[in-house]
C-alpha cells in the first residue's frame, strides 16, 4: 500500500491551491464576457438556476445552450479557450482542441461540412463569476462536455466531464494514426490483461459490451451494479495500474484540481474501487470498462463504427454539477 501511497503523491502535491484556478477562471470569464456585444452575450450568459445548466449532452444536438465559436470573432473565440486553459492542465487541452479537430474528419468521411463542424462548440456561463452563492460554465459539443461549477470557498466541481473520439483511431487523410484517448484505451486493456493473467477471471462480468455508458445523458449519476473485482483483492502492482487509469481522467484538469479530486476518491477508500470489463480484450474489438468507488464513476466504451468510437466519462455521485457543494453551502447559510 505504501507504494501505492506514492504513486497518488505524485498527483497530489498541490491540494491546498485548489482555488487558484477559481481565480484565473473568473477573471477569464469575466474577459471573454468582456469582449461580446448584447445579442452574443445574451446567449452566452445565464442565471445561475437556469435549467440548461444541467442539460448535459455530448451527442450532436440542433440546439443547444450558449454562444457558439462559430459566432465569434477570432479575439473572442481566444478569449473562450482561455477559460479552459485555466482550469484544464496542458494534456486536456489538447485532448478537446484534438476531438474539436475531428469533427473535420467526419465532415471529409461523411460529406456533411454543415453536420460536422470543428467550430460547432458551444460557450455557456451560468451566473456572475465570483458570486459566492455559486457560478459556472460550460464547453460543450459533440463529443465534449465539460462543467465547471464554484461556491466560494468550497472546492470546484468538475463534473460531468465527457470526453468522446469518432474516430478513435483517424485511419485515413492527415490526421492519420491520431489517438486521442489513447492512454484510457490502452491502460485500461493492459490492467485486464494482466488481471485475466493472474487468474482473476472475475474482472469479466459480461461478453457483451453496452451501445453506451450507463450513465449516458442523464442530469444525475447514480451507483451501478458492484461489477468485476475489487481493487482490494488487486496485486500491489494492479492497483498502482488501477490508480493510473484514474489519474488519466482526472488529468484533464490542472494538478490542483486533479488532486483534490484524488485526495477525495482516497478518502472514500482506494479498496473499495471496483474494476469490470465486458467485451473483448482484443485491440480493435469491442470493449466497454467501469470503474466505480463510493463517490465516483469513470466509464468508457467503444462498440459504434466497428469499435473505433469512444465515448469515456467521468462523474460524480454527489457533485455533478457541484451539487455537494452547493448543499455544504445552503447547509452552512442556514
Known sequence: MKALLLCLISIL????????????TATAVEAFLAT???????????????????????????????????EMTEPQRAAA???????????GTLKVTQIMSLES?????????????PVKYFVSIFGTPGDPKGWGWRFEGHHISLNFTLVEGKKPSLTPSFLGTNPAEVRTGKLIGLRVLAAEED????LVTTL?????????????????????????A????????????????????????????LGRYRTELAAADMAKIEAAGIDKIRFGWSGSVKPGEAYYYRIQGPSFLIESVNIQNNANHIHAVYRDFEGDFGHDILAEHLKQEH
Do not use: C, W
Request: aromatic content about 6%.
Open 222 to 249: 447514480t451507483l451501478l451494479d458492484p461489477v468485476g473485482i475489487p481493487s482490494g483483492e488487486m496485486s500491489e502492482t494492479q492497483r498502482k495500474a488501477l490508480v493510473q487509469i484514474i489519474a488519466e481522467y
Open 105 to 117: 474528419v467526419l465532415a471529409e468521411i461523411e460529406k456533411k461540412p454543415d453536420f460536422r463542424d
Open 13 to 24: 502535491p498541490l491540494t491546498a491551491k485548489e482555488n487558484a484556478p477559481a481565480t484565473s
Open 196 to 220: 485475466l493473467a493472474d487468474g482473476k477471471s472475475a474482472v469479466i462480468f459480461s461478453d457483451s459490451p453496452p451501445k453506451d455508458v450507463f450513465s449516458a445523458e442523464n442530469r444525475k
Open 187 to 190: 491502460l485500461s486493456r493492459a
Open 81 to 91: 479557450m482561455k477559460i479552459l486553459d485555466t482550469v484544464l492542465s496542458e494534456k
Open 36 to 70: 461580446l456585444d448584447a445579442d452574443q452575450r445574451t446567449k452566452a450568459a445565464m442565471p445561475f438556476d437556469n435549467d440548461a445548466r444541467e442539460n448535459y449532452r455530448y451527442t450532436p444536438q440542433e440546439h443547444r445552450a450558449g454562444l457558439p465559436i462559430k
